[in-house]
């Protein structure tokens, strides 16, 4: 059997400083037995930026970039980022366009990945020697400084994270249990199912195939274009999964990136 193909794809509007951190981490990707090209929107107003993704090169890879000519600002605090409505499904827009690459040029895999992450060496090669249709490598974010982390995967529904009961209603003091069992074990080494999930995704050439897409479902009104992903999956049959044996590193704001050095020292043996 012959090296799996595999598409690394990603919608771009990130500030120079952490799509240099980004970019790092794509080119210490281990490629044993990969066959591994790069799609990127370029959909940056930061003509720096453009500039660092130009320049970027990953030994023996195909690089592919297309510029959107974006004029519209993407704005990004340390506190939040605002993203408008029609932000959000421009970008699920540029998402399916990396889908329809995949899928004429007939890759294996597609791993969709958020411009702002940092991945482990491993992490690519060890999940597709899973053979899952649609999983994602763990990150974790604090969306507010200083608060508790939450994952980028949920249970249930907009981002229900604690098991349901469909017949009756459960206690305050429940939910708060069930929550915090489900993060708890998702700091555990494993694979794990779950009902939805984003920013750093693997999806096979079934999946593709078969039509997932991140179009908008008009008689839904879950913020994001993951979510509609995820409910077209599952209707589809498939199942999501979550890979937490090789956590990624979420560089959601300036402050985060001393912890983007120590990932690449620990991971990438670079000071």
């Known amino acids: 059997m012959g090296d799996a193909s595999i598409l690394i794809g990603s919608p771009v509007n990130t500030e120079p400083a952490i799509l240099k951190e980004f970019l790092i981490s794509l ?49 990004h605090t340390e506190v939040t980022h605002k993203w408008t409505d029609n932000l959000i499904w421009k970008v699920a827009g540029y998402r399916n366009n990396i889908l329809k690459y995949c899928k004429e040029k007939e890759y294996d895999y597609l791993f969709m990945i958020d411009s702002d992450l940092l991945i482990h060496p491993e992490t690519i090669l060890f999940l597709t020697g899973l053979k899952e249709d649609i999983i994602s490598e763990i990150f974790w974010t604090r969306w507010v400084p200083g608060a508790k982390e939450f994952p980028q995967v ?20 429940e939910i708060n249990k069930r929550t915090t069992n489900f993060i708890d074990m998702l700091r555990v080494p494993g694979i ?68 983007a050095s120590e990932f690449k020292k620990r991971f990438y043996g670079l000071g």
């Open 192 to 259: 794990y199912k779950v009902g939805g999930l984003g920013g750093c995704t693997l999806i096979s050439k079934k999946a593709i195939d078969s039509g997932v897409s991140y179009e908008r479902i008009p008689n839904v009104s879950f913020w994001g274009e993951d979510r509609h992903f995820c409910i077209r999956a599952a209707v589809l049959g498939f199942t999501l999964y979550v890979d937490t044996h090789y956590p990624a590193y979420h560089i959601y704001r300036k402050s985060d990136l001393p912890g």
């Open 154 to 173: 949920w249970l249930y529904d907009n981002y229900t994270l604690y098991e349901v009961e469909h017949t009756m209603g459960l206690s305050s003091s």
């Open 27 to 75: 080119s210490n990707l281990n490629k044993d037995n990969l066959n591994m090209d790069f799609l990127f929107i370029d959909n940056n107003t930061d003509e720096l930026s453009k500039k660092i993704l130009r320049e970027f090169k990953s030994e023996k890879c195909g690089i592919k970039i297309i510029d959107t000519n974006n004029k519209e600002q993407y704005v």
